[in-house]
T-cell receptor, first 114, second 115 residues
């Protein structure tokens, strides 16, 4: 699985968009980009994933560059409840017996401030 | 509501004792996983199971054991052989798909402290 690089921490004002970057320069053509977040002392929560097209759901948008070497998770209107550690993960499709292991790094600690 | 239930939420044990953490899911997911998280660190995979009566070691399986006798249950035993058992333990489950990787659904975690 490709490694990802994320800034260790970021601040965002409440109500503003939070843009969380992720570099994955060694990503392979069959690897997806996944985002999870973990609120303190809770289990991680799935946010979104994509392959090469931009994706949007009720939680966030995922923008993947054309060369797929980086991506940005966008929380359009951040709230105090979005304060969490955000993990960017790349993996192949399929279960673990197809190499699809999720590797969680240290993520980005996002602090949303009033 | 469907979800994953871990128990206990907090657990204390003395050195040399084995302890079993419970994980139950009613999502009808085939695959289940155990992760360990240390302070300020990401998650590390301990064991995983994609089908009943079968499981595989993850990256840090030493000192741990699991069983998968029922689809909905995947208990983890932390044995006395685990040198640094104090940690936050997370259980997860997913649908096993052959094309798109299924997202993981996590429980709320169990915090184990060895005194």
């Amino acid at each position: 699985d490709a490694k990802t690089t994320q800034p260790p921490s970021m601040d965002c004002a409440e109500g503003r968009a939070a843009n969380l970057p992720c570099n994955h320069s060694t990503i392979s053509g069959n690897e997806y980009v996944y985002w999870y977040r973990q609120i303190h002392s809770q289990g991680p929560q799935y946010i979104i994933h994509g392959l090469k097209n931009n994706e949007t759901n009720e939680m966030a948008s995922l923008i993947i560059t054309e060369d797929r070497k980086s991506s940005t998770l966008i929380l359009p209107h951040a709230t105090l409840r979005d304060t969490a550690v955000y993990y960017c993960i790349v993996r192949v499709a399929g279960g673990y017996n197809q190499g699809g292991k999720l590797i969680f790094g240290q993520g980005t600690e996002l602090s949303v401030k009033p | 509501d469907g979800g994953i239930t871990q128990s206990p939420k907090y657990l204390f044990r003395k050195e040399g004792q084995n302890v079993t953490l419970s994980c139950e899911q009613n999502l009808n997911h085939d695959a289940m996983y155990w992760y360990r998280q240390d302070p300020g660190q990401g998650l590390r995979l301990i064991y995983y199971s994609q089908i009943v009566n079968d499981f595989q070691k993850g990256d840090i399986a030493e000192g741990y054991s699991v069983s998968r006798e029922k689809k909905e249950s995947f208990p983890l035993t932390v044995t006395s052989a685990q040198k640094n058992p104090t940690a936050f333990y997370l259980c997860a489950s997913s649908i096993v798909r052959t094309t798109i990787g299924g997202e993981l659904f996590f429980g709320e975690g169990s915090r184990l402290t060895v005194l």
